[in-house]
């Protein structure tokens, strides 16, 4: 936070630097002849880090790079000086003195996988869990004040050994109100609570939690024909819902066909004098608010 605001990407950056274009189109021809820092990602990093003070050619370097599916936090002798995304920035002479850090992030998603080793119901049976989870850092800011910290680098492995516990204690707090049949019967309920109860926390450490999805329980032996039961219906409602989505899709593309040779119809009609303008106009434009309203169903 900085004065009780949340710091997003900006292009306010204290002085210390500013962007100049944007890495697509610009590249690096506006450094021609000089040099730029970029990042570097070790296998599975999720940020790659560059301290003034730990590389002797900091000072030799006239700016940085963010790419896209990067942000870039800056740092000043500890102090937060501003959140970059993609696009090309000078660094300035007092940005590469002792103290200066830049701290690129990845905003690509990664997975967590989890279990919970069992957990007593409110019928008093134990019974495990397991599932995965899929994250990405959407504020680069509190993900690197409350989470990377003093850290040189942070895998999805290190995250995942980190947020673990916190995942497998939303789903026991959420099991613990169920019994075994009614929990099994309500995979789908538990998910959206879990999910509910996550999304405060991982929201306060900078990540958001794109998916959570329950791959399975472990049960007492006589519980599993319950077990089995519930997992074939589950099957076939998801097939019937897949069924009936494809079927919708079918209809929606029905619909867009429909009107599109609708309004080559119309066309031909007006073009050979069979429709005057004010027909064609009227017509033209109700079969145009109809296709425009079916193509917005197939991008939802």
Not at 34 to 47: H, N, Y
Not at 58 to 71: S, T, Y
């Amino acid at each position: 936070m900085v004065g009780g605001t949340q710091m997003a990407e900006t292009e306010k950056f204290g002085g210390l630097f500013k962007r100049i274009g944007d890495t697509v189109h610009i590249g690096t021809k506006k450094f021609k002849g000089k040099t730029i820092l970029s990042s570097e990602f070790g296998q599975e990093s999720l940020i790659s880090r560059l301290k003034s003070d730990e590389y002797d050619s900091f000072r030799k370097f006239d700016g940085f790079i963010v790419k896209e599916l990067e942000a870039a936090v800056l740092l000043q002798s500890g102090a937060l000086v501003g959140v970059a995304g993609s696009g090309i920035y000078e660094l300035d002479k007092t940005a590469k003195r002792p103290g200066g850090e830049i701290i690129w992030i990845t905003k690509g998603e990664f997975l967590v996988k989890w279990g919970s080793p069992g957990v007593y119901t409110i019928d008093n049976i134990m019974i495990g869990c397991y599932g995965i989870s899929r994250l990405r850092v959407v504020n680069p800011r509190n993900f690197i004040m409350n989470v990377v910290s003093h850290k040189h680098y942070y895998t999805s492995e290190e995250l995942r050994n980190w947020i673990k516990q916190t995942i497998i204690a939303a789903v026991k707090h959420i099991m613990s109100r169920y019994t075994v049949s009614d929990l099994l019967r309500e995979r789908r309920s538990l998910t959206i609570q879990t999910r509910s109860e996550l999304a405060p926390e991982t929201s306060r450490w900078g990540l958001e939690l794109v998916g959570l999805e329950i791959g399975g329980f472990k049960v007492p032996e006589e519980y599993q024909t319950l077990l089995a039961y519930e997992v074939e219906k589950q099957v076939l409602e998801t097939q019937r819902e897949l069924d009936e989505e494809r079927k919708s899709f079918d209809d929606v593309s029905a619909k867009i066909s429909k009107y599109e040779h609708m309004l080559e119809q119309a066309d031909e009609m007006f073009l050979s004098g069979k429709l005057s303008e004010e027909s064609y106009k009227e017509l033209s434009d109700k079969y145009a608010q109809k296709l425009a309203q079916y193509k917005s169903k197939t991008s939802e």
